[in-house]
């Protein structure tokens, strides 16, 4: 622990009340991190501040819807009041869907996962900047694979993503100077049941590709947040996880190489969910 990076170090963590969220705060908190959990639900968020407690780092649980700015501002200010700085913040809170958009109710669901995908990083990062810069800290997004692909039937998640990587590919040299780096991951599946939590057309929580899954190799929460901690500290730029098998970082080149492939492979799969 004495070698960690973390040691000591002021870690927010978005999402963290479940999933890869989780397993990441159980990470540092073994490191001896001090950690500022948020996500809405507030008992998960408790218990799992406690566990980091007995794994030898600090914990404070903070209730925070991210699609709220104020909340968001909430989030640092008691990360900062609690230990004094930011040396890192994690934007990892998300939610997906999986319909055809000419299927949704109402288009702004499209909107909903937008504020928390996106807009949620950006007021979070707004408001840790000041406490970054005299930190020289670290930024890590949590994106996915899924926005360099073609994703039929996941439309506003994957524009969500690709927002994320548009802003903070331009955030990234307005903050180099002050020390503050950005590493974008891009994860491929992850057992954490997140594909079984899609909104559907109605926007409620669906089985969503979940099924299909089940011959998908899938990385744990564990090895994905040992992922996250490693690449973050080393100030990676980019992390690209492998997707079923392919190397991540030839996705992109693909996509650029043979779109129409891409996208009869994404029709394909949506269609054999059932959509
Ligand atoms: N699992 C995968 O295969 C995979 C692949 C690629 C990328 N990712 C990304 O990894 C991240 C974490 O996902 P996960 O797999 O760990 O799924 P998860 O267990 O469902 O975690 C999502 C987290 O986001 C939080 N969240 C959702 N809406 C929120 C809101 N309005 N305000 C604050 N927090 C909110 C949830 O907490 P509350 O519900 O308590 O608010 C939860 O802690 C997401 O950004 C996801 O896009 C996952």
Redesign the pocket.
Same mark, same amino acid.
């Not at 978005?14 to 969220?21: D, E, F, K, P, R």
């Not at 948020?38 to 639900?41: D, P, Y």
């Not at 954490?192 to 594909?195: K, Q």
């Given at each position: 622990m004495t070698n960690s990076p973390y040691l000591n170090q002021s870690v927010v963590i =978005? &999402?963290? #009340? #479940?999933?890869?969220?989780e397993a990441l705060a159980y990470e540092l908190a073994g490191q001896g991190a001090w950690l500022t959990l948020?996500? @809405? @639900?507030l008992d998960?968020l408790t218990t799992i501040a406690e566990k980091c407690r007995v794994l030898g780092g600090k914990a404070i649980a903070v209730q925070?819807?991210?699609?709220d700015q104020m909340q968001c501002a909430s989030l640092i200010q008691q990360a900062a009041e609690a230990y004094g700085r930011i040396d890192t913040l994690v934007n990892?809170?998300?939610? =997906?869907m999986w319909a055809r958009f000419s299927d949704l109710q109402d288009p702004v669901l499209i909107n909903q996962i937008m504020q928390?995908?996106f807009t $949620?990083a950006v007021y979070c990062t707004y408001y840790a900047l000041p406490h970054l810069k005299q930190s020289r800290g670290r930024i890590a997004c949590?994106? #996915?694979? &899924?926005e360099k692909l073609v994703a039929p039937g996941n439309t506003g998640y994957v524009a969500s993503?690709r927002a994320l990587d548009a802003f903070f590919e331009s955030l990234r040299p307005e903050i180099s100077d002050d020390g503050i780096s950005v590493t974008m991951l891009y994860?491929? !599946?992850?057992d =954490? $049941? !997140?594909?079984g @939590?899609m909104l559907d057309s109605a926007g409620q929580p669906s089985s969503g590709i979940q099924p299909m899954l089940k011959r998908v190799k899938?990385m744990s929460?564990e090895d994905g947040a040992r992922l996250i901690a490693r690449t973050t500290a080393d100030r990676k730029r980019q992390v690209f996880m492998p997707v079923n098998g392919l190397p991540g970082v030839l996705l992109p080149w693909l996509k650029l190489i043979m779109p129409g492939y891409l996208e009869r492979m994404g029709k394909q799969f949506m269609e054999r969910s059932g959509l």
């Open positions: =978005t &999402g963290a #009340s #479940s999933g890869i969220g948020g996500a @809405r @639900r998960n925070c819807d991210i699609a990892n809170a998300g939610i =997906t928390v995908n $949620g949590i994106s #996915s694979m &899924g993503k994860l491929g !599946f992850i =954490t $049941g !997140f594909a @939590r899938q929460a």
